[in-house]
């Protein structure tokens, strides 16, 4: 399977349509994946997966290493054109007061799907939103995160600590309703 | 807190996570803005190898040149050649063979009468095992040792068959040709038939020994003689000076360029000094054709800056009037919320530096003169180095750093703009015997923009330069 990939993965470095278009199998549902961690709207994630696909496709010679490198690169191009898109906005600043105090994790996440995370990704604000998603999603330094998003790394420390306060907060909650309506 | 379990939970969820998508129309929104496959590389070669042929051609012209036919027979001086030959002078049928008209070894169509060599020569040819004593080039076939066995025909001597003699009316061999008009070329013999036939010098050359007759200063005469026609001078430029690099930057029509973009990046892009640098190799033949192959630097400065104002406006409590004494102390004052607008004024300051390694190879006319001279010449430019470093707008007006590597980089810029055109006008003086000084005037323009097709405006350079500098006088 290993071997599949990589021959396709030599087509498309040659540039091949048929190898391309098999790639785009591939990677458009994990590329999507991703790009789903910032843009909820579908319209919005398919312009964001074919941005990045034209990109992977023209630069692929860039990319020397096999299936694991490739499909780590293609997740950073695709986090990248993800933050293109909120670059133009700026990040509203807040008041950083400590947030609400947590507990144990709840046990309604083991139940909880990819839809509900996302909801619940959702409800918190954009800027917490994206530092939760490229830490620990995606596994940035602060470091980067403050170059990527152009704010400071002591402001990115502190979003995330929001924003895991937030989520758990939510999480709370919502196992809260559950057990209320049993 | 246990938020790294909490975490790894929300991790391992999107692990996995492939949601459906819609391939075929991801497929067909994307295919229009690839890229083909890449034909350019073959086209370089082309040329490349074009340029290079040519000037290989020219080389080996300049250095070989055609020449008497004896004398490109590698083995004449063999120390394997018999020392006997003028003890025993042969007859002259047995030293010569009819002509093959420039086909390797003895021909055997033409017949040959009276001639016994040509057809033990001939068949020699055919028969000798490798490691025999028989040298046979592209034009002369020397045969140093019978080999009884094989031609009990030839006699114990050296026979030599050079192209271009042809029989005498008599069906006799006679040596002329090439060799016998010129009257230094030809040698008095001292044998039977010295009277009649003339020996060329170059069967001394054959023999490996000397000859009292032969005179050395012949071969040089007749070298320069049967010299190329087109005699090369070769040169070494180098030169360096200032250029000026015109800049066009448009929108692309195809794309959907963000209101204000284009005018921002012009805006913010002031073009400042550029300059060339270039090591010429030239060859100059005799009528003045002129072949041009070297190295070319290019670099085109630019100056970004960006400055703007923010205004933030924000209501906060504070202090609305005041009323102090003499000595500064505060008599009364009311608080309240008021308006506060904070003005911010931000500005970005960089320097783009676009710089390009050509390999220009061309043509031209030289005009040689005592003194002075001048030229004109033209041709391709292959670039083989294109880098950009500095800051430009993005397409959200934001300054973004840029550097080769970085992600935005391959957004904008090529690596490599490919083909280019060049064209110049030199003036040069003589300066010493082997040393002139040169000005020239040039322009070159790669055929392709240095952005690349996908991004939405086309950038462009046009560079004027105007170099001075020294040209060596390799050889003449």
Redesign the interface.
Known sequence: MQTDFNLLLKSCR????KA??QM??LL???L??VC??YDRSPANV?DL??EA???I???IE?CRGEEKVFLGWCRR?AI?VCL?KF??KSLPTETLDAGPD????PGV??Q???ED?LNILDCLPENQRLVFNLN??DGYSHAEIGRELQIAESHSRALLTRA?AA??EMITKKEALNNEYR | ???D???D???E??EG???????D???E???P??????KRRGIIFFFWGLGLGLLLLFLYRTTCGPESPGTSVPSAASPEMPESRNAHPAPEENRTSPPDNGRSGISANRPAPENKISKAASDLKAATPKGSRSHSTGTAVVATEPLPALAPNLEPETAVAPTGIEPDANGKTATRARWSPAPFLTMPETGPLASQHARPPVMNKFAGREDENFHPDDSQKRKKQKRSPLPLEHNLTVQTGPAFAARRLTARKDAIVPSGYLDGRKRTEQPLESFTAGIFYSAITQNGLLIRAGLDYRQANERFHLAYTEKKTQQINGILTQTVDDSGNILNQTSGPKTVTVTTEYSYKDFNRYRYVNLPLGLGYRHRGEKNRWELAGGIDINLFFRTGGTIL?R???PNPLSFGF?YY??VFRRNTGLGAWTSCAYSRKLKDRLWWQVSANFQAPFKPVTRP?YELIQRYFHFGLTGGVVFLIEN
Not at chain 1, 102 to 105: A, F, L, N, R, V
Not at chain 2, 33 to 38: A, G, I
Request: aromatic share 10%; hydrophobic share 35%; proline share 4%.
């Open positions: 040659n540039y091949d349509r391309q278009r785009v199998d458009a549902p994990f999507s994946g789903k961690r398919q997966v074919q696909l034209i990109l496709f023209n630069n860039q191009i990248n293109q670059r133009k947590s507990g144990e994790p996440l083991s909880m799907g990819v995370i620990v999603l895991r989520l758990q | 807190m246990n938020t379990n909490f975490e939970r929300i991790k969820t999107f996570y492939r949601p459906d998508t819609d391939n129309a991801i497929w929104n994307i295919e803005h690839l890229k083909k496959k890449k993005n959200y007006l934001e992600f391959d957004e996908d």
